[in-house]
């Protein structure tokens, strides 16, 4: 049975995916799945940035900096990602728009970019605390052994407290990057050509949501399970015999 015949007959079977037949509904789909990997990409190396720069904040020897930082956190932690996402879209990017307008500029802020911004800085407030919380966990004998040993304040953060922190959130650090994963659909709401962006067009044509929504499952399933399998990898590379193990 050829590949034609066999979606023939599943389309029969109320799962249509003719749209693959179709050159240009076929060549969107793949760009927004190709979209889709970007984002979720971009935002991992994004969020992993922000994470680390939110940490530092928090950690600051000056108040004031850790107290701005730790706002930022929980602004950033216990509002939808969504309502991030319009604000920073709809009314942000809207503001520069007609500054760079009124002189004669355009904006070169496309809307990619703001999704990849707000992912990275909510899951980067996810991660400052899963970081925190690994810091928190380095026992206070392993840094007083470091002092005497005459290693300096950077010494021992870059060579003791730095790798046993992020040995410890790393369980946390691969949760939020499969929540990352998930988040990334939210790109199709100020419409980035992301794989359920596409689906939507294809299935406004076509009325074939019920198949579309499993590729689209099938899709972010795949992605959180290659993420979820290198975090696990990660965690046995990492691992300090009779550290952190019971």
């Known amino acids: 049975m050829s590949v034609h015949e066999l979606i023939e007959r599943v389309a029969r079977a109320g799962f249509d995916y003719r749209f693959l037949f179709d050159h240009y509904d076929r060549t969107s789909y793949i760009e927004g799945m ?4 970007g984002i979720v990409a971009c935002t991992l190396a994004g969020s992993a940035l922000a994470g680390v720069v939110l940490l530092g904040g928090l950690r600051s020897r000056y108040a004031l900096v850790a107290g701005a930082t730790r706002g930022v956190i929980e602004l950033t932690r216990n509002t939808p990602a969504i309502v991030q996402l319009y604000c920073a879209f709809l009314v942000l990017n809207t503001l520069i728009t007609q500054q760079l307008q009124a002189h004669g500029a355009r904006n070169p802020l496309a809307p990619f970019f703001w999704v990849v911004l707000v992912l990275s800085v909510n899951k ?6 899963a970081l925190r919380a690994g810091f928190e966990a380095v026992p206070r004998e392993t840094l007083d052994g470091a ?7 950077s010494a ?8 046993l922190a ?21 790109a199709s709401a100020i419409a980035v050509g992301d794989i359920t962006y596409q689906s939507i067009m294809i299935w406004t044509q076509r009325d074939n949501v019920l198949a579309l929504m499993l590729l689209i499952l099938a899709f972010f399933y795949a992605l959180t399970a290659l993420v979820t399998v290198a975090g696990r990898w990660i965690e046995r590379r990492l691992a300090v015999p009779g550290y952190g193990q019971h």
């Open 156 to 163: 021992r953060f870059w060579s003791i407290e730095l790798p």
């Open 124 to 129: 980067g407030a996810f991660h400052a605390e």
């Open 166 to 186: 992020f040995r410890t959130a790393l369980p946390a650090l691969t949760n939020n990057a499969v929540e990352l994963v998930k988040a990334s659909a939210i």
């Open 34 to 37: 190709a979209m889709s990997a």
């Open 147 to 153: 002092q005497s040993l005459g290693f300096s304040r």
